[in-house]
């Protein structure tokens, strides 16, 4: 294994050319004040613009600088999935490419790992330059992420947050939960989970990447990560209890008629026919659905069996400064 430095801070980029010289300079000059051993890994996500060019030449001009390239926009988690399997710091930092978070605190957020011993540090922008439309929605969902999740944060989505090695070495992040990493971390066992107040700053340059759709989609993410946390082990404890729930309800409904027609039968009273009844079509399809949440949780467990943990394959069509 390399020996591993101390900082590794991995940007995720998607058109942001203007800003990444001015965010690298800015790290680097960071690091060097506090003589950190260090290295900035650029993913670039696929950018339509020059943003790869620049990568390449920051990549000459400064060691520490590597990239890799997608040959497309896989959206935000694959870059940062990507980045967390390069990295080789003890103290791995995540922040945007948009200049939006400071470098400057940086080393607070490696001496919280590092001293205090927390696994992951989440940034807080406890005043942020952002529309409103943005910061009201974004106030209820960490809300419900936090009450959901029991974990407390402000700001599950801030883009600037320190990991300890083992983390980002033990969690995959697909899809777009990214806004989702402080939950994924918990459910893999690394629990103390802590918070700084960070500085937000506007855009500077480019335009934002995500959305209104950003909280319907990011709210249907935090189910599947709640359940598939949940019960990823085994989705049969949770399919196998409610598929035999369901069709021990429907079996016993289906008894309980038959058997009322069986007494009416025998004392010779009149008796209704069963397909007349309601309540014996109900209880069919409580059977079927039983069944077939009971088939749903077996494929669950096999799928699991067979492909153990998902892995993000992206296709990474160029690299400066990245050795295999
Ligand atoms: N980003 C990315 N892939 C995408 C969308 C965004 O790598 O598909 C990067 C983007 O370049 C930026 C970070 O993710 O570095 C955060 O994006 P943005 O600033 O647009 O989000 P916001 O600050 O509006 O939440
Ligand atoms: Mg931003």
């Not at 020996?3 to 010289?21: A, G, H, I, W």
């Not at 060097?32 to 030449?57: C, M, N, P």
């Not at 607070?108 to 807080?124: A, F, T």
């Not at 079927?288 to 096999?302: S, W």
């Amino acid at each position: 294994m390399p020996e591993l430095k101390d900082l590794s801070v991995v940007v995720p980029l998607y058109n942001e050319e203007e800003s990444l010289p001015e965010l690298i300079n800015w790290i680097s000059r960071v690091m060097q004040k506090h003589g950190f051993t260090y290295e900035i890994i650029l993913v670039d996500d696929g950018s339509t613009d020059r943003s790869w060019e620049v990568v390449k030449a920051l990549g000459n001009e400064n060691g520490a600088v590597k990239g890799v390239k997608f040959n497309r926009n896989y959206g935000k988690s694959a870059a940062l999935d990507t980045g967390f399997k390069l990295a080789q710091a003890e103290v791995v930092i995540t922040m945007d490419a948009d200049l939006q978070d400071s470098p400057d605190e940086i080393p607070e957020l490696y001496r919280m790992i590092k001293e205090e011993k927390y696994d992951l540090v989440s940034g807080w922008k406890q005043k942020r330059y952002d529309p409103l439309s943005k910061t009201i929605p974004s106030k209820f969902f960490n809300y419900v992420n936090s009450k959901i999740s029991g974990i407390k944060l402000h700001d599950f989505n801030c883009g600037l947050k320190a990991y300890r090695y083992e983390v980002v070495k033990n969690i995959s992040i697909y899809g777009e939960m990214h806004r989702y990493i402080p939950v994924i971390a918990k459910w893999n066992g690394f629990k103390k989970i802590g918070e700084k107040v960070v500085e937000h700053r506007a855009r500077k340059y480019g335009v934002t990447k995500f959305g209104l759709e950003r909280f319907i989609f990011g709210f249907l993410d935090l189910l599947s990560v709640t359940f598939v946390s949940r019960f990823k082990k085994s989705p049969m404890h949770f399919f196998g209890t409610l598929g035999t729930l369901s069709f021990l309800l429907g079996s016993i409904i289906t008894v309980v008629i038959i058997a009322n027609k069986l007494i009416k039968i025998y004392r010779g009273e009149l008796a209704r026919s069963v397909t007349e009844q309601p309540l014996f079509f109900l209880a069919l399809v409580a059977i079927i659905i039983g069944t077939q949440l009971f088939l749903v949780g077996f494929l669950a467990e096999l799928m699991i069996m067979v492909t153990g943990r998902r892995k993000g394959e992206y296709l990474i069509t160029e690299k400066v400064g990245v050795v295999d």
